[in-house]
């Protein structure tokens, strides 16, 4: 069993940044690949990024890349994304999740395991 706890969701200005951290746990977390996904009010939730068990290879939605990093620490048992360049069309609730595939994973179907989201809102 995996238990998820996400925090640093808040207000931002557009161009400012945050990171969000997912504290796991578990004593699985550290094989487990994780991801970041997001809802926003009115539409289905979507892939933002997810990282292997080891943090040896990452994956990221093409809205998100090169403006949001995720990273692990397996000894800390929490995964982080770091959110930079924001804009008013990342708003949405964000949530962590954890999946058994051994590498990147992409569809939500494939997690397991989810945290109750943190508020992201960034005013323009």
């Known amino acids: 069993q995996v238990q998820l706890v996400e925090s640093g969701g808040g207000l931002v200005q557009a161009g400012g940044s945050l990171r969000l951290s997912c504290a796991a746990s578990?004593?699985?977390?550290?094989?487990?690949?994780m991801g970041w996904f997001r809802q926003a009010p009115g539409k289905e939730r979507e892939f933002v990024a997810c990282?292997?068990?080891?943090?040896?290879?990452?994956y990221y939605a093409d809205s998100v890349k090169n403006r949001f990093t995720i990273s692990r620490d397996n000894a800390k048992n929490t995964v982080y994304l770091q959110m930079n360049s924001l804009k008013p069309e990342d708003t949405a609730v964000y949530y962590c999740?954890?999946?058994?595939?051994?590498?990147?994973?992409?569809?939500?179907?494939?997690?397991?395991?989810w945290g109750q989201g943190t508020q992201v809102t960034v005013s323009s």
């Open positions: 578990g004593r699985t977390f550290s094989s487990y690949t």
């Open positions: 999740a954890g999946s058994p595939s051994t590498g990147v994973a992409v569809y939500s179907w494939r997690y397991n395991y």
């Open positions: 990282i292997s068990w080891s943090g040896g290879s990452t």
